[in-house]
């Protein structure tokens, strides 16, 4: 069926027993799921049962990449995790670029299991078809990047280089929000697979392979390669100046910044400049960073060069700006650049870690909790000092961090008189943009395969704030939108294609051939959209195979609250709204009232045959 683009062979790594085997994964499952993201989620629905627990030795971890993943088109980079996440319990899908996705493809490979228990801490080399074990009690306490460089110096060099996935203290200490670093630079930052690859007891994965990727038409593949870096130059010239942080001004101009633990959605300008886009490129800027084979480059490594934070280097995306900066009341780049580096050497997202640090500073805002709760430490909205040891003090379990590490879901089972000051969805914190300002963020949010989450539940600025084809404000027409971008980044996150760069390839809602074409020799253009609605309904039965139900498509009590200042004052998401937003979306999505889809929907979309889902 294929004449490029997929080896078909997964690598199954059993901890317990030291065994691996390689398996065949079937044209058929290639074409109904794509691959990454989509055959994560066939796998899960397969392997992992709803009575798992994040932690127990048999939940297991996969690792698949695209068909895009390693092909020498332009920021081809990306792969995905499946797993049952820590951070909300239930299914988990995560995408991370960097080098281990398209050298895990060099190894000879499209997927990677890891199941059962290490007997000690270990890291995994994967060496073509070899498999070595490294124990070592050493690992133990490292840093990322401090047990990504003990790895390397284990190892010989090779050309291409070693690529690398490694974990922190945080994930060592269960945080339920610890992450996986990819490299040197990237990460699977949601949902806490830090935690679950620790409890596996491994520190650190390398992986070397020099064969390339078969490609249907390596020519065609030149020239479509060609053409994307002509379109980027200009399309992305925005972002390889400033990357994700040029956001920053826009969405406080619009009222949509979380400020003070989204007490509000707008800063004065003069306060919040300091954390600009601009800001960053003119006072802090070293370097931009640039994934496999990007031409963009839209990481921006930042430095501080004088002040409290001084030597400080980390590559703060917008988000974490948001979360880390406003949201915690800091203005300052210089603190939100520190406590980026820092969230980097514990191993924790910098987004949950942000949104929990707020909450926290609420929580004294509010008197509800005292420096005597929190082993002698005061963290007040704008201290950045604070927020760095507060950050310290989550990944240490230390004070109130040994509640603020279980999560959103461990701090509403301990403590469910703070839930309201968390801004969740399914367990799962905001990102860095309040929905009040647009009312499809909120249904994006709530609808969420993983919990709330601006990239797989539909990034609707585009459409909401930046075009004028949608009213911001309005509930009507947001169930149809918000379905067909979910559809869309479920079939881009199956690529192996970061989304940055995805219209230089005409993949939107109605995808041109020649890419998938030229790389597969199967023109899956007709079917990109299905593919994609067909993976939606798969992580959708999962989640309610899981326990999901309506009540759980739902925002928090403080989006039922007016914004009080700035562009979107006076505007809230009720739980009537919301409710006009879902019964749209659940009629688009071929769902009952209840949001569980129905017997025909998965029929249509090939998926009543697979045994686990019945």
Not at 249 to 272: D, H, Y
Not at 472 to 498: F, M, W
Not at 507 to 533: D, R, V
């Given at each position: 069926?294929?004449?490029?683009?997929?080896?078909?062979?997964?690598?199954?790594?059993?901890?317990?027993?030291?065994?691996?085997?390689?398996?065949?994964?079937?044209?058929?499952?290639?074409?109904?799921?794509?691959?990454?993201?989509?055959?994560?989620?066939?796998?899960?629905?397969?392997?992992?049962?709803?009575?798992?627990?994040?932690?127990?030795?048999?939940?297991?971890?996969?690792?698949?990449?695209?068909?895009?993943?390693?092909?020498?088109?332009?920021?081809?980079?990306?792969?995905?995790?499946?797993?049952?996440?820590?951070?909300?319990?239930?299914?988990?899908?995560?995408?991370?670029?960097?080098?281990?996705?398209?050298?895990?493809?060099?190894?000879?490979?499209?997927?990677?299991?890891?199941?059962?228990?290490?007997?000690?801490?270990?890291?995994?080399?994967?060496?073509?078809?070899?498999?070595?074990?490294?124990?070592?009690?050493?690992?133990?306490?490292?840093?990322?990047?401090?047990?990504?460089?003990?790895?390397?110096?284990?190892?010989?060099?090779?050309?291409?280089?070693?690529?690398?996935?490694?974990?922190?203290?945080?994930?060592?200490?269960?945080?339920?929000?610890?992450?996986?670093?990819?490299?040197?630079?990237?990460?699977?930052?949601?949902?806490?697979?830090?935690?679950?690859?620790?409890?596996?007891?491994?520190?650190?994965?390398?992986?070397?392979?020099?064969?390339?990727?078969?490609?249907?038409?390596?020519?065609?593949?030149?020239?479509?390669?060609?053409?994307?870096?002509?379109?980027?130059?200009?399309?992305?010239?925005?972002?390889?100046?400033?990357?994700?942080?040029?956001?920053?001004?826009?969405?406080?101009?619009?009222?949509?910044?979380?400020?003070?633990?989204?007490?509000?959605?707008?800063?004065?300008?003069?306060?919040?400049?300091?954390?600009?886009?601009?800001?960053?490129?003119?006072?802090?800027?070293?370097?931009?960073?640039?994934?496999?084979?990007?031409?963009?480059?839209?990481?921006?490594?930042?430095?501080?060069?004088?002040?409290?934070?001084?030597?400080?280097?980390?590559?703060?995306?917008?988000?974490?700006?948001?979360?880390?900066?406003?949201?915690?009341?800091?203005?300052?780049?210089?603190?939100?650049?520190?406590?980026?580096?820092?969230?980097?050497?514990?191993?924790?997202?910098?987004?949950?870690?942000?949104?929990?640090?707020?909450m926290t500073m609420e929580l004294f805002e509010r008197g509800l909790v005292s420096a005597q709760d929190n082993d002698g430490l005061e963290v007040r909205f704008g201290d950045g000092q604070a927020l760095l040891e507060m950050l310290r003090f989550i990944a240490q379990r230390r004070g109130l961090g040994a509640i603020i590490a279980d999560g959103a879901r461990g701090i509403i089972q301990a403590r469910p008189e703070w839930g309201k000051y968390i801004l969740q969805s399914k367990f799962m914190t905001f990102a860095a943009y309040d929905p009040r300002g647009f009312h499809g963020m909120g249904l994006a949010y709530a609808t969420s395969v993983?919990?709330?989450?601006?990239?797989?539940?539909?990034?609707?600025?585009?459409?909401?704030?930046?075009?004028?084809?949608?009213?911001?404000?309005?509930?009507?027409?947001?169930?149809?939108?918000?379905?067909?971008?979910?559809?869309?980044?479920?079939?881009?996150?199956?690529?192996?294609?970061?989304?940055?760069?995805?219209?230089?390839?005409?993949?939107?809602?109605?995808?041109?051939?020649?890419?998938?074409?030229?790389?597969?020799?199967?023109?899956?253009?007709?079917?990109?959209?299905?593919?994609?609605?067909?993976?939606?309904?798969?992580?959708?039965?999962?989640?309610?195979?899981?326990?999901?139900?309506?009540?759980?498509?739902?925002?928090?009590?403080?989006?039922?609250?007016?914004?009080?200042?700035?562009?979107?004052?006076?505007?809230?998401?009720?739980?009537?709204?919301?409710?006009?937003?879902?019964?749209?979306?659940?009629a688009v999505r071929g769902w009952d009232a209840q949001g569980h889809p129905r017997p025909e929907t998965l029929e249509k979309l090939g998926l009543a045959e697979i045994p686990a889902l019945v």
């Open positions: 069926m294929f004449s490029g683009g997929y080896l078909g062979r997964l690598l199954r790594i059993n901890l317990t027993t030291r065994q691996y085997s390689i398996e065949t994964i079937p044209d058929e499952k290639l074409r109904l799921f794509l691959g990454a993201r989509g055959l994560g989620a066939e796998w899960y629905a397969r392997e992992v049962s709803p009575q798992v627990k994040p932690l127990d030795p048999e939940n297991k971890m996969a690792f698949f990449v695209g068909p895009m993943t390693g092909t020498p088109l332009v920021s081809t980079t990306k792969f995905e995790l499946t797993t049952k996440g820590l951070e909300t319990g239930r299914y988990l899908c995560s995408n991370s670029s960097g080098n281990f996705g398209p050298r895990l493809r060099e190894a000879g490979f499209d997927g990677l299991i890891l199941e059962g228990v290490s007997k000690c801490w270990t890291a995994l080399v994967i060496e073509k078809e070899d498999v070595k074990f490294l124990d070592d009690d050493g690992w133990q306490g490292l840093e990322p990047m401090e047990a990504r460089a003990r790895l390397l110096g284990q190892l010989p060099d090779r050309k291409p280089k070693w690529a690398t996935m490694s974990i922190g203290p945080a994930a060592e200490n269960r945080v339920a929000f610890s992450s996986i670093f990819v490299d040197d630079g990237r990460a699977f930052g949601r949902g806490g697979g830090g935690a679950v690859l620790a409890s596996k007891k491994v520190k650190a994965m390398a992986v070397w392979g020099d064969v390339p990727v078969p490609l249907a038409d390596a020519a065609m593949c030149k020239e479509i390669a060609k053409n994307a870096n002509i379109d980027l130059k200009t399309s992305r010239a925005k972002h390889r100046e400033l990357g994700t942080a040029q956001l920053v001004e826009p969405i406080n101009a619009l009222g949509c910044m979380p400020t003070r633990n989204f007490q509000t959605s707008w800063e004065l300008p003069e306060k919040v400049q300091g954390v600009y886009g601009q800001t960053l490129h003119d006072q802090y800027h070293v370097r931009n960073y640039a994934c496999y084979r990007c031409s963009v480059a839209c990481g921006q490594m930042g430095e501080v060069k004088e002040g409290p934070f001084a030597g400080a280097k980390a590559r703060p995306e917008f988000e974490s700006i948001g979360l880390l900066g406003p949201s915690c009341g800091i203005n300052d780049m210089g603190a939100v650049i520190a406590a980026n580096e820092l969230c980097d050497q514990l191993g924790m997202d910098t987004i949950t870690a942000g949104n929990l640090v707020a993983r919990g709330a989450c601006h990239n797989v539940g539909g990034y609707t600025v585009s459409e909401e704030l930046m075009g004028k084809k949608y009213d911001r404000y309005a509930v009507e027409g947001k169930g149809q939108l918000v379905k067909t971008l979910q559809d869309n980044r479920a079939y881009i996150d199956s690529l192996g294609l970061c989304t940055v760069v995805r219209g230089a390839y005409k993949f939107s809602t109605a995808p041109t051939p020649e890419t998938m074409l030229a790389i597969t020799g199967y023109n899956f253009a007709p079917e990109l959209m299905t593919i994609g609605e067909r993976i939606s309904n798969l992580e959708r039965q999962i989640m309610v195979r899981e326990g999901i139900t309506r009540q759980d498509d739902a925002l928090p009590p403080r989006m039922s609250e007016a914004v009080t200042n700035g562009p979107a004052e006076g505007h809230f998401i009720s739980n009537q709204m919301l409710d006009v937003m879902l019964d749209e979306y659940y």
